[in-house]
């Protein structure tokens, strides 16, 4: 799974591989060591999200970990669907607003 940040954009693209990972247990991580200590270390994953609102997309983000959410209907219907990317926007205070996107890499063969 790649991650890229990008200005107000935080954009997941995953493998056909990583789909069906996805799509069988809910969750997917990737763990990239920043340093010689455990906790210098950055961590993104996708997850299925039970008590997500039914169509949005949302992301948190905790201490070197940031975790772009689904929910259920949502994650199912992508993964099962020819459908490439999903959308989502989330504000903040200060009107900050955060475009998630959310891909499927089919090209990728590495």
């Known amino acids: ?42 961590v993104y994953a996708i997850q299925r999200d039970e008590t997500a609102p039914n169509s949005d997309l949302n992301v948190s983000y905790t201490a070197g970990r940031v975790v772009v959410r689904l929910p259920p209907q949502v994650a199912d219907d992508w993964t099962a669907s020819e459908e490439v990317s999903l959308r989502g926007t989330v504000s903040f205070t200060d009107n900050q607003v955060l475009h998630i996107l959310v891909e499927k890499d089919l090209g990728c063969k590495h």
């Open 1 to 42: 799974m790649k991650l890229r940040l990008e200005d107000n954009t935080v954009r997941l693209r995953l493998s056909s591989e990583e789909v069906t990972t996805f799509q069988q247990q809910g969750r997917l991580e990737t763990v990239v060591p920043l340093g010689p200590s455990v906790s210098d270390r950055i």
